[in-house]
C-alpha cells in the first residue's frame, strides 16, 4: 500500500486547480488489479453566488420585446438575491417585478405584473435546469442553491479508466465532492470507507489532477487544494 499527498501549492506546473505534481520516485503499478482512494479532500470554498460573464444574466421576452437583466457579481444569501434580481429585472423591463425566495425549501419565485416569458440567460440556464412550474405572469423554481458551486468533481488523467464513469461519459473522476459548506468554509471531504477506484497499469514520475464543476469545467477561483491519494 502507498499514500501519496498531494498538495497543488507543490505543483511543478499548471494552476491551483489543474497542476501536475513530481513524485519522489516513479510510480509503477503492474497489470495485476489495483485500486486507490481520496481522502481529506480540502477545498477552500471562494467562489461567489454570481460571477460576472458566468452566471449573471436573465433574459425576458415581453409581447414582441426582449430585456436582458444583469445581476451585480457577488456572494448573496437567498432573500437578498431575490432582491438583487428583483432590482435588476425591474432597471430594464417594464411592469411591476416581485422577486421572493424561501430559505426553508430553498425555491425561488419571479413574478410581474405584464405577462412575461424566460427565454434565456446564464443564470436563467441554472434556474430552469430543475422542475419549476410556470403561467403567464409568474415562474417558481425548485432547489435553488445560493452556493457558488454545489458539486465539485477531482479529475486525474492518469487514473482513466473505463470502470469509471463521471459527468459527460468522462473516464478520469476520482471522486465527487458535494459542496454543504458556506462561501468561505474550507470543505474537507473523503471517498466512502468501502468506495475504491481501479487503477489501470502505468509507471510515471508525475500525476496530473484537475477539480472540475458539475459541467466538468476546470474550476478557476479556488486557492489551493490538497488531499490524500492511497493505492493498494
Known amino acids: 500500500m502507498r499514500q501519496i499527498f498531494v498538495d497543488s501549492r507543490d505543483r511543478v506546473a499548471g494552476t491551483t486547480t489543474n497542476f501536475r505534481i513530481q513524485l519522489p520516485e516513479t510510480l509503477t503499478v503492474d497489470g495485476r488489479k489495483h485500486?486507490?482512494?481520496i481522502d481529506?479532500?480540502?477545498i477552500p470554498l471562494c467562489v461567489p453566488t454570481i460571477q460576472a460573464t458566468v452566471n449573471d444574466t436573465i433574459q425576458v421576452q415581453i409581447g414582441s420585446n426582449k430585456y436582458t437583466a444583469t445581476i451585480q457579481a457577488g456572494n448573496y444569501d437567498g432573500p437578498t438575491l431575490a432582491?438583487?434580481?428583483?432590482g435588476a429585472l425591474a432597471a430594464v423591463a417594464s411592469g411591476?417585478?416581485?422577486?421572493s425566495y424561501d430559505i426553508s425549501l430553498l425555491t425561488m419565485s419571479i413574478s410581474c405584473s405584464n405577462a412575461f416569458t424566460i427565454v434565456g440567460g446564464t443564470y436563467a440556464a441554472i434556474l430552469m435546469a430543475r422542475p419549476y412550474t410556470n403561467t403567464s405572469t409568474?415562474?417558481?423554481?425548485?432547489?435553488v442553491s445560493v452556493l457558488g458551486v454545489d458539486v465539485l468533481y477531482l479529475s486525474s488523467p492518469?487514473?482513466?479508466t473505463l470502470d469509471c464513469i463521471?459527468?459527460?461519459?468522462?473516464?478520469d473522476t476520482l471522486m465527487c465532492a458535494v459542496v454543504t459548506q458556506p462561501f468561505g468554509a474550507v470543505l474537507d471531504v473523503s471517498m466512502p470507507y468501502d468506495c475504491w477506484i481501479t487503477v489501470p497499469q502505468m509507471t510515471t514520475q508525475?500525476?496530473?489532477?484537475?477539480?472540475?464543476?458539475?459541467?466538468?469545467?476546470?474550476?478557476a477561483q479556488v486557492a489551493n487544494i490538497s488531499f490524500v491519494m492511497t493505492i493498494d
Not at 166 to 171: K, T, V
Not at 206 to 219: A, E, H, K, T, W
Open 35 to 37: 485500486r486507490a482512494r
Open 166 to 171: 463521471g459527468p459527460g461519459g468522462s473516464h
Open 158 to 160: 492518469e487514473f482513466n
Open 206 to 219: 508525475s500525476l496530473s489532477f484537475s477539480l472540475r464543476d458539475r459541467s466538468y469545467n476546470v474550476i
Open 40 to 42: 481529506n479532500l480540502r
Open 96 to 99: 411591476g417585478w416581485t422577486v
Open 83 to 86: 432582491g438583487r434580481i428583483q
Open 138 to 143: 409568474s415562474y417558481n423554481f425548485t432547489y
